[in-house]
């Protein structure tokens, strides 16, 4: 079975370990490219290690009610992955035990769990700042349109993807009919008080490249983002994250079918940036998949890459002493977070 038919038709973990033979080598014919640690070293950092925790990114679910072509998560309207209220439930007791500030929602569609605004209420319940990475199509869809007043209600941060304010763009990337759809949540987030200047709804965007490019410079971006969403839909928000586009999952599959893997890889590994090390999210933030396995950060996640120990850790079995200056678990796709100005979950990093 070749390469390219395994990523789209084999299971889970066949495809996990199909994406980690690409992307360490040989075998990918890349033999040129260094590995992530040896570019490490060369910055001076012997091992890549955990500092304090201050994030929970919970990822509950791959249910999705969008098909994105970068999904690094492969998510969609047929999978029918959800995290359990059990699972919930020791999210929940780590959050305390380990007095986590922030607590990360992400999918698929986090919303499309049944047990979401439970776990949010709970969260908001013990004081911790909530983040909800929303791909707003969502709040319209039926049976979810009570969302964005639930979400005003327990202020909750929304961290939303809108990869560009042109609408062809923003469509090929994320499906026909998306961009107008996203302009119109936006709008009724406003009206409820998110993104605005001096309130304390906070209403975040995210752009990634439509292709294999860095993403521009984020101060500029989100000048450009604001006149423009301004000027023609009278939106306002709160900041711009820029991200830059992982070599895993659906994207992966799409450098390979367009045969730009290694020109892609090459770009990120050129453009190594040393002063992102220090805040690479892995660091300071917990991922924790559906089912209750811990990763360094979602895109091990996706690639099945546990955290380093002799067993597979799942979180009923942590506590917060566990996690204190582990080692983490890197591979050539961590130059994705390192390329130009850095990138991760919260933007750019230098
Ligand atoms: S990128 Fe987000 S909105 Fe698009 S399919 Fe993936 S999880 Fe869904
Ligand atoms: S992909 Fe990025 S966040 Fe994840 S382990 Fe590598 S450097 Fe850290």
Redesign the pocket.
């Given at each position: 079975m070749s390469i390219l038919t395994l990523l789209r038709e084999g299971n889970p973990l066949a495809k996990a370990e199909q994406q980690r033979t690409i992307l360490e080598g040989p075998s990918s014919g890349t033999p040129d490219l260094p590995r992530f640690e040896t570019a490490l070293e060369s910055a001076g950092v012997q091992q890549?290690r955990r500092g304090p925790l201050t994030t929970l990114q919970v990822n509950v679910g791959k249910l999705c009610n969008q098909t994105c072509r970068h999904c690094h998560v492969d998510a969609g309207p047929d999978r029918r992955e959800l995290m359990a209220r059990g699972t919930f439930e020791e999210c929940l007791r780590l959050v305390q035990d380990a007095d986590i500030g922030t607590v990360d929602i992400t999918g698929g569609a986090p919303e499309m769990n049944p047990e979401f605004e439970w776990f949010v209420s709970e969260l908001r319940d013990f004081g911790r700042h909530v983040i909800d990475r929303c791909n707003l199509t969502i709040l319209s869809a039926p049976g979810f349109q009570h969302l964005p007043k639930f979400l005003a209600d327990h202020n909750v941060e929304i961290v939303a993807s809108l990869p560009c304010y042109l609408e062809s763009n923003c469509d090929s990337q994320r499906g026909d009919g998306v961009f107008r759809k996203s302009i119109e949540a936006l709008q009724i987030l406003n009206r409820l008080g998110y993104g605005q200047p001096d309130g304390e709804l906070v209403l975040s965007l995210v752009y990634n490249p439509t292709g294999p490019s860095l993403p521009p410079d984020q101060r500029k971006l989100e000048q450009a983002y604001r006149e423009q969403l301004s000027q023609r839909y009278g939106i306002e928000f709160t900041r711009l994250y820029t991200i830059t586009n992982?070599p895993i999952s659906r994207f992966l599959d799409d450098l390979l079918s367009t045969g730009r893997y290694e020109e892609y890889m090459n770009r990120l590994v050129s453009a190594f940036n040393h002063d992102a090390i220090d805040g690479?999210?892995?660091r300071s933030t917990l991922s924790v998949d559906w089912q209750g396995y811990l990763y360094?950060?979602d895109?091990?996640q996706m690639l099945e890459l546990p955290l380093i120990s002799s067993t597979r850790l799942h979180i009923r079995d942590v506590t917060a002493g566990d996690l204190r200056d582990r080692k983490?678990?890197?591979?050539r796709?961590?130059f994705?977070?390192?390329a130009g100005a850095g990138s991760?979950c919260q933007g750019a990093l230098t």
């Open positions: 890549l992982m690479l999210m892995c360094d950060c895109f091990n983490i678990n890197t591979g796709h961590c994705g977070c390192t991760s």
